[in-house]
C-alpha cells in the first residue's frame, strides 16, 4: 500500500526559504509515471494547489506561486521536495504531499509550517 | 484560474438523512470533477473522480453527477462516519482549484 510522509521544519522566519521533503513507501516513485503534488492548506482555510512534479523532473506550477516554488525529485532516495522561498505569513499552512495528477490519492498526513519569527 | 463554488458553506443534518452538496465552476469543465472528504486533523480523503465515479474502497451510498458547471455529490443515508468537510476540485485545466468546502454537522 502506497504511503507519503512528509518531512520538515515546523517553523520558518519570513523572508526565508520553507524547505519539505515527501518521501514514499510501499512503491518506487518513478516506477509507476505517476505525478506526485504539493497541496497546502492554511489553518482554518481551504485547499490551494502548489505545483507537481512527473517522476521524469517535469514541473508544473500554480502562476499563484510559481516565482517562489521549486519542486524536485530524487528518485535513489524515492523522495520528492518542495521550496518556497522569501515566505511570509501567508505562507503558514499545513503542507501535504500527494500522488496524482488530475485528482490525488492517496495523500500524506500532512506537516504544519509557522512563518514566523 | 477557474473558480469552484460549493453551497452550502455547512449544513446540519442526521444519521439516516440524504444530504446533497452542490459544486458549481465558472466554466465548463466538462467531467473533470474530484470530490473529497477532510476529518478534522486528517488529510483529504479522494471519493469520486470525474463526476461520478467511485473511488476504490468509498462506501456505496456517496455518488456523484454533472457535468458541465454544475455537479452534485449526495451521501444516501449519512452515517456517524460522514460527518466532515466535502471539497470539490476542478481537474479540467491548471491550476487545480477546490471549492472552499462544506462542512456536514450533527443536527
Known amino acids: 500500500q502506497l504511503q507519503l510522509q512528509e518531512s520538515g521544519p515546523g517553523l520558518v522566519k519570513p523572508s526565508e526559504t520553507l524547505s519539505l521533503t515527501c518521501t514514499v513507501s510501499?512503491?518506487?516513485?518513478?516506477?509507476?509515471?505517476?505525478?506526485w503534488g504539493w497541496i497546502r492548506q492554511p489553518p482554518g482555510k481551504g485547499l490551494e494547489w502548489i505545483g507537481s512534479i512527473f517522476y521524469s523532473g517535469n514541473t508544473y506550477y500554480n502562476p499563484s506561486l510559481k516565482s517562489r516554488v521549486t519542486i524536485s525529485v530524487d528518485t535513489s532516495k524515492n523522495q520528492f521536495s518542495l521550496k518556497v522561498s522569501s515566505v511570509t505569513a501567508a505562507d503558514t499552512a499545513v503542507y501535504y504531499c500527494?500522488?496524482?495528477?488530475?485528482?490525488?490519492?492517496?495523500w500524506g498526513q500532512g506537516t504544519l509550517v509557522t512563518v514566523s519569527s | 484560474d477557474i473558480q469552484m463554488t460549493q453551497s452550502p458553506s455547512s449544513l446540519s443534518a442526521s444519521v439516516g438523512d440524504r444530504v446533497t452538496i452542490t459544486c458549481r465552476a465558472s466554466q465548463s469543465i466538462r467531467n473533470y470533477l474530484n470530490w473529497y472528504q477532510q476529518k478534522p486533523g486528517k488529510a483529504p480523503k479522494l471519493l469520486i473522480h470525474t463526476a461520478s465515479s467511485l473511488q476504490s474502497g468509498v462506501p456505496s451510498r456517496f455518488s456523484g453527477s454533472g457535468s458541465g458547471t454544475d455537479f452534485t455529490l449526495t451521501i444516501s443515508s449519512l452515517q456517524p462516519e460522514d460527518f466532515a468537510t466535502y471539497y470539490c476540485?476542478?481537474?479540467?485545466?491548471?491550476?487545480?482549484?477546490f471549492g472552499q468546502g462544506t462542512k456536514v454537522e450533527v443536527k
Open positions: 510501499g512503491g518506487s516513485i518513478s516506477s509507476s509515471s505517476d505525478y
Open positions: 500527494a500522488r496524482g495528477w488530475r485528482s490525488f490519492d492517496p
Open positions: 476540485q476542478q481537474s479540467y485545466s491548471p491550476p487545480w482549484t
